[in-house]
């Protein structure tokens, strides 16, 4: 999805943040903030297919994540598995491929099995990747990354970043070219570490379940505006 000549925009990865205090500014359990988010997650992932964007990445779970209450934790499996199954025909119609990104032995048997099974129907679907970070860690990808590379043996001098990406979750993607967190925390909460060396951020106060595609627009024009330098100086082409 070219932005303009200079600056493609093929991969936006997304921490969604804020379900909980959507929740509580109305009163109500987390939980409803957690369906609502839900409904963003739909509205967003339409919007990126009709615009043409090649991958989209969403935190769904993170690692620590199960360190909050075990019913706001089942919860949310609960909700992914009704997500996937509810969704399926509609990743189907549009042509989504969906991965995982996550230790995904670790996931509630039945989300995982929603799971691995709308992987396996969508997996030849090409017109957007949508991946979705779940029980994910960056620092536990990386390590486990290099784990992999010494089970096979590798010599130290085989071990260069375009090898380590190879074993990475997301092997064979582009990185994200630009990155947003709802709810105006501006952190990056152990969501691809290896991968945004030079993604581009953008912050939002926006709540994750008021993330509309207008706010997408608004993501997308701040990034059009940016220079990538990727280092270099800005003469450089
Ligand atoms: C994001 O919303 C959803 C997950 C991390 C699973 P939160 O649940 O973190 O919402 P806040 O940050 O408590 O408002
Ligand atoms: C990050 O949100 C993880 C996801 C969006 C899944 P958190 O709410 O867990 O992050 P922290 O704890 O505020 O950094
Ligand atoms: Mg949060």
């Known amino acids: 999805m070219p932005t303009d000549a200079s600056l493609p925009l093929r991969h936006i990865a997304v921490i969604m943040d804020g379900n909980g205090r959507w929740a509580e500014k109305r009163g109500l359990p987390r939980s409803e903030g957690h369906r609502a988010g839900a409904e963003a997650v739909r509205g967003l992932i339409a919007e990126c297919r009709k615009l043409g964007l090649e ?34 025909a509609e990743l189907q119609r549009q042509d989504i491929r969906l991965q995982a990104l996550g230790d995904l032995g670790g996931l509630p048997f039945a989300s995982r099995t929603a799971l691995t099974h709308s992987i396996a129907k969508t997996k030849n679907n090409a017109s957007m ?14 390590a486990s990354a290099c784990r992999r590379l010494m089970a096979e043996g590798l010599s130290p001098e085989e ?13 064979g993607q582009p990185d994200p070219d ?54 270099k100086t800005g003469d450089c082409s």
Not at 56 to 68: I, K, M, P, Q, V
Not at 159 to 171: G, I, N
Not at 187 to 212: H, K, M, V
Request: some cysteine; overall charge negative.
């Open 178 to 231: 630009l990155v947003i967190r709802t709810s105006g925390e501006q952190r990056i909460s152990n969501f691809l570490l290896f991968q945004c060396a030079y993604s581009e951020f953008y912050f939002t106060d926006t709540l994750w379940p008021d993330f509309t595609p207008e706010e997408l627009h608004l993501a997308m024009a701040d990034y059009t505006g940016r220079s990538r330098r990727f280092g």
């Open 55 to 88: 991958y989209l990445t969403l935190y769904a779970f993170s690692r620590e994540n199960w360190g909050r209450p075990m019913e706001e934790v089942r919860l949310l499996f609960d909700l992914l598995a009704r997500f996937l199954g509810s969704e399926l």
């Open 129 to 142: 990747v949508l991946n979705l970070a779940l029980n994910y860690s960056g620092r536990h990808e990386i």
């Open 159 to 171: 071990v260069t970043p375009e090898k380590l990406s190879e074993y990475l979750f997301t092997a």
